[in-house]
């Protein structure tokens, strides 16, 4: 078939959209992904996205993540799954591990779209069996389909936040709460009135005491917190929940960006520790491309329209795309980047981007 | 949930998103590093000996050592690293990043070495 | 306890029935879903205790990235049950420390 030239390390929305992109213009593109399946995080997504149809509005993460894989096998892009990325090693080489044997390969173009994980949150008792990420009550209820308890407690109310409790609804457990410790909800409007209807309090200005429970969680101690952030005495409640969903933000999964030697800025707007690209989504290092949550944590569409940018330019640098043609679909994606950056929710992340691009020009 | 970090640092947390919960700041008690049952006390010690960088407190503490690599802990540990030292969480790069990324069996780590050599 | 009907996902799919045995009782499974999935079916939620404190930890990434809910699966400890396919007469055990089963010494490797 050929040599791989682009190494997509990633199969989630970023990594798929680069490796369809790249693959469609001719290059020979090998995506690598620790999952038995690409997809990323879409397979969890079974709410209905918003934004226009060119970002597929109104549809679910599922069903985006199914086109995805059937136009990635399309395209004949070519995937190596079960597969982790150990390390990355000057020359763009990669060193991968797959079952119980290693391999090292170089690549003329390696492009990073490894995504997020969720943030931890240390309270007294958050070690006990029960108290989990968003995310992975996310994963148990939505592609496992098991109930990770029957009562939950929810620690923020940010757009993961709302959503996942919307979705244990959906699966069949009951939400006593959202917590909150900001004085207003950090989610969209839509997803928190959804909540609201269902009977869901979500109190702002809420802090999780403590979790407690013998050998999991039993219940948990919420209490409301003044100005000063500190609980209020006399406002302690008991919950009877078996779950604590922590849900207080996501950082870029950033370990071979910072192994690859790649200069990185802080953005708190785009999760902490981000690598910084320029407009091409080319990292500091010539040759290393980065997209989707790695980049900077937004959403689903950004990711999708950076990885179609990643993998219009590497395919550019390898003289697959004149730069005319290159240049003109690039310059509509960062017009879809743009208008995904607006408003109350975008304006932050878009300076921040705006940052990024600077301090990758900064010699 | 990222505004938040303005937030707090506007209130007066230098650090801006703790990562310990705020009711839990004071429970020295607190495991901040799962896997090597790492605690807020461990951490506060070497601190107090005179550690400032993410490196250092991994390597006396062994927070970021275990099964995980730090995947979970490195954030707390940066929480309470700024904290505690007053340094803001843009000058604390995390501990350095080696291969390989996942704790992996000695059968296959020496195959690694032999590839490499 | 299993979500048998979603109201956007559907019924979910029939698949072959499997055994495990975890700790010496037999836990049912279906073919091809992870380990983990299969222990919190049957209503499980200590999945080991730690080395130095004997604590009792769970799924809390449910990703393959805490390492928290890892036991000994046909006598391999550290074993990430989270992404890991349950298989016909997988012998699980619960793990105690880096490397023990309940019913073994709990050997601290360094």
Request: proline share 4%.
């Amino acid at each position: 078939m050929g040599k791989t030239e682009i190494y997509v390390v990633g199969g989630g929305s970023a990594g798929m959209a680069a490796a369809i992109e790249a693959a469609r213009a001719g290059a020979k593109v090998t995506v690598i992904d620790e999952n038995e399946r690409p997809g990323g995080q879409l397979f969890k997504q079974i709410h209905k996205f918003f934004g226009s149809g060119v970002h597929r509005a109104g549809t679910r993460g599922v069903q985006i993540g199914r086109a995805l894989l059937k136009e990635a096998e399309e395209a004949g892009v070519k995937t190596r799954l079960n597969t982790v990325v150990y390390g990355i090693y000057p020359g763009k080489r990669l060193g991968l591990i797959c079952e119980d044997h290693t391999e090292e390969l170089a690549s003329p173009i390696i492009i990073l779209a490894t995504g997020a994980s969720e943030n931890a949150l240390a309270f007294t008792g958050w070690t006990l069996p029960g108290v989990m990420g968003a995310g992975a009550t996310q994963t148990l209820i939505n592609i496992n389909r098991v109930l990770p308890g029957r009562r939950a407690l929810m620690v923020g109310a940010g757009n993961v936040g709302l959503i996942v409790t919307y979705q244990l609804l959906q699966a069949g457990a009951d939400v006593a709460a959202i917590v909150e410790g900001l004085p207003y909800i950090g989610g969209y409007g839509v997803h928190a009135s959804k909540v609201r209807r269902a009977g869901v309090p979500i109190l702002t200005s809420h802090t999780v005491l403590r979790a407690e429970g013998n050998e999991s969680v039993e219940r948990a101690v919420i209490a409301l917190m003044d100005e000063k952030w500190q609980p209020v005495a006399g406002t302690e409640e008991v919950l009877e929940v078996d779950t604590i969903c922590l849900a207080v933000g996501l950082s870029p999964l950033a370990e071979l960006a910072w192994m690859a030697g790649c200069r990185f800025s802080y953005l708190p707007a785009l999760g902490g520790w981000v690598p910084v690209h320029d407009e091409n989504m080319e990292s500091s290092l010539q040759g290393i491309y980065v997209a989707g949550d790695l980049a900077g944590i937004e959403e689903a569409s950004t990711a999708m329209e950076e990885g179609r940018l990643a993998g219009l330019s590497a395919a550019e640098a390898l003289g697959y795309l004149s730069l005319e043609v290159a240049e003109a679909r690039k310059i509509e994606v960062r017009e879809r980047l743009a208008a995904l950056r607006i408003g109350s929710f975008g304006d932050g992340r878009a300076i921040a981007k705006r940052e990024l691009l600077r301090a990758r020009c900064k010699k | 949930m990222l505004q938040s970090c303005d937030h707090l640092q506007k209130l007066g947390f230098g650090s801006g998103l703790p990562g310990v919960e705020i009711s839990a700041m004071k429970n020295d008690d607190l495991v901040i590093c799962r896997c090597e049952e790492v605690t807020q006390a461990d951490i506060k010690e070497v601190i107090s000996q005179g550690v400032t960088t993410m490196n250092e407190v991994k390597r006396l503490t062994r927070a970021g050592m275990g099964l995980c690599q730090g995947k979970t802990c490195g954030r707390l540990v940066a929480g309470i690293l700024s904290r505690e030292t007053n340094q803001p969480l843009q000058e604390l790069k995390p501990s350095t990043s080696r291969p390989p990324t996942r704790v992996l069996p000695l059968g296959v780590l020496s195959r690694i070495a032999q590839d490499n050599d | 306890m299993r979500i048998e009907d979603h109201p956007i996902l559907g019924k979910t799919e029939r698949r072959k029935r499997i055994t495990l045995k975890v700790d010496g009782e037999a836990v049912s499974a279906f073919e091809g879903e992870n380990i983990a999935a299969a222990l919190i079916a049957s209503g499980r939620r200590v999945f080991r205790y730690t080395a130095k404190r004997g604590e009792p930890r769970g799924v809390f990434c449910a990703l393959g990235r805490c390492t928290d809910c890892v036991m000994i699966v046909n006598g391999q400890p550290n074993v990430r049950t989270c992404v890991t396919p349950a298989r016909n007469g997988m012998v699980i055990q619960t793990q105690v420390g880096r490397r023990g089963g309940e019913d073994t010494h709990d050997l601290e490797m360094e």
